[in-house]
């Protein structure tokens, strides 16, 4: 009986008179990307920093590029870890990364650098020298989340 009312009901919907639409009605499971964001702790935007080094901020478009005197060192914004330090990158320069565990301090086109890769750092240390670009010396300055995307910042007053 069920075989034969089965088959006029595939009958009715082959002639137009009844829709036969299948669901798929088990749950969803979240992708790993939703359930990463849960998971991290979201930077305030904007947060605040010191400044790396005394000079001019100018903005840039993801960052600042703060011109100084052609002898100044900039200095750790807060306490991290040297995640990369290198010459790599050519349009940066020498480059530092330091992960402070909510965000990643980016210092380029820098002179000279004074710490290394794995190295803890403190707020206020030494890092390096400050380089020349164009005819203005200074570095440029970025903070980034732990993806590495770019955030909005301002400098403490």
């Not at 100084?68 to 914004?77: G, K, L």
């Not at 380029?108 to 190295?119: D, I, M, S, T």
Request: aromatic letters at 10%; proline letters at 4%; one cysteine or more.
């Amino acid at each position: 009986m069920k075989a034969i009312l089965l088959s006029f009901i595939i009958f009715l919907s082959g002639c137009g008179f009844i829709k036969i639409e299948l669901r798929d009605i088990t749950p969803k499971e979240k992708t790993q990307k939703e359930t990463r964001k849960k998971e991290e702790p979201q930077i305030k935007v904007p947060i605040t920093v010191p400044m790396p080094v005394r000079g001019t901020p100018v903005k840039l478009q993801k960052g600042y590029f703060i011109k100084t005197s052609c002898d100044e060192f900039f200095r750790s914004v807060d306490n991290g870890k040297v995640i990369y330090a290198g010459d790599d990158i050519k349009s940066y320069r020498w480059l530092l990364m330091v992960d402070t565990g909510r965000y990643i301090a980016v210092y380029g086109k820098a002179q000279k650098l004074f710490v290394r890769k794995g190295e803890s750092v403190k707020k206020g240390q030494a890092l390096g020298k400050v380089g020349q670009h164009g005819n203005a010396c200074g570095i440029t300055f970025e903070i980034r989340d732990t993806e590495g995307e770019p955030v909005s910042f301002e400098f403490e007053k």
